[in-house]
């Protein structure tokens, strides 16, 4: 099912290179990858696995691609070009800031919540870097995946309930282990946020303990004819991740707090 119109010469620029290893990384034969390879009717990638591929392809630049722009690479070539101009561009905003496409002003909107755990700081630090554990932690995490990783970063892909509604999106996670803080910051847009990020910052206390505080920062999507995601207006939409992200906020820092101690009394003494 290979394009019949697209050149099969060998592509070496750097971007064909590294789609062709995130391809590999991905467990696809590298026999059956060519520049004129159908990405989906060939190697039955999916939009997520494209947001995936571009998210390690572009590690290290600054830049992120949505997940629509994706959508016009038919081929492997198609893909390498599009990552290859994408990456050459200048950032026209400051990483993690997203650029509004409507032309009007949309405020990011701020929560923040913390708890005192009767944990040190190194196992604390521990549960908030174990990301894979997130899933099996935190009752609105259905899934959290890392798709790559390195010594100061992860890029991670995670499906959660956000108020009765599920919702994938690919992060990437910026690791200070000397100053102890996360920063995350989704690189596709969610169907109800135009941009989320925050942190996860841990404090050593006294007395052994250990303060853990999780950021948002967020900007609801503008309506489309009048609603977000196709079905709800920005008054529903707002009411529904306020209430998603303080119920997510509370259970998420219960569940870090009871692991982390549980950690603690299990660990040898001494």
Not at 228 to 257: H, N, P, Y
Request: glycine fraction near 8%; charged fraction near 30%; proline fraction near 5%.
């Amino acid at each position: 099912m290979t394009d019949p119109t697209a050149t099969d010469a060998p592509d070496h620029t750097a971007g064909y290179e590294r789609v062709r290893a995130a391809l590999i990384a991905m467990d696809i034969d590298p026999a059956r990858i060519r520049p004129g390879t159908l990405l989906r009717a060939d190697l039955d990638v999916d939009s997520t696995e494209l947001v995936e591929i571009a998210a390690a392809v572009m590690a290290g630049t600054g830049r992120r691609v949505h997940g629509r722009t994706l959508k016009g690479a038919q081929t492997v070539a198609d893909l390498a070009r599009l990552l290859d101009r994408e990456a050459a561009d200048p950032p026209t905003v400051p990483i993690g800031i997203t650029a509004t496409r409507t032309g009007e002003d949309r405020p990011v909107i701020h929560t923040e919540h913390a708890t005192t755990i009767d944990a040190p700081v190194e196992t604390v630090w521990e549960v908030v870097c174990d990301v894979e554990g997130y899933a099996r932690l935190f009752p609105a995490t259905l899934e959290s995946e890392i798709v790559e990783e390195g010594a100061d970063y992860q890029v991670v892909r995670r499906v959660v309930d956000v108020g009765g509604q599920v919702q994938a999106w690919v992060s990437r996670r910026e690791i200070d282990a000397a100053n102890r803080v996360v920063a995350y910051h989704q690189i596709d847009r969610a169907p109800l946020v135009d941009h989320m990020g925050g942190e996860w910052r841990v404090y050593p206390l006294r007395g052994g303990r250990t303060q853990l505080v999780v950021t948002h920062d967020y900007v609801i999507r503008a309506p489309e004819d009048g609603l977000i995601a196709g079905k709800f207006t920005e008054e529903e939409a707002a009411e529904l991740l306020r209430t998603g992200i303080e119920r997510s906020g509370v259970e998420d820092l219960a569940a870090m707090r009871g692991e982390a101690e549980r950690r603690h009394r299990l660990a040898p003494a001494g």
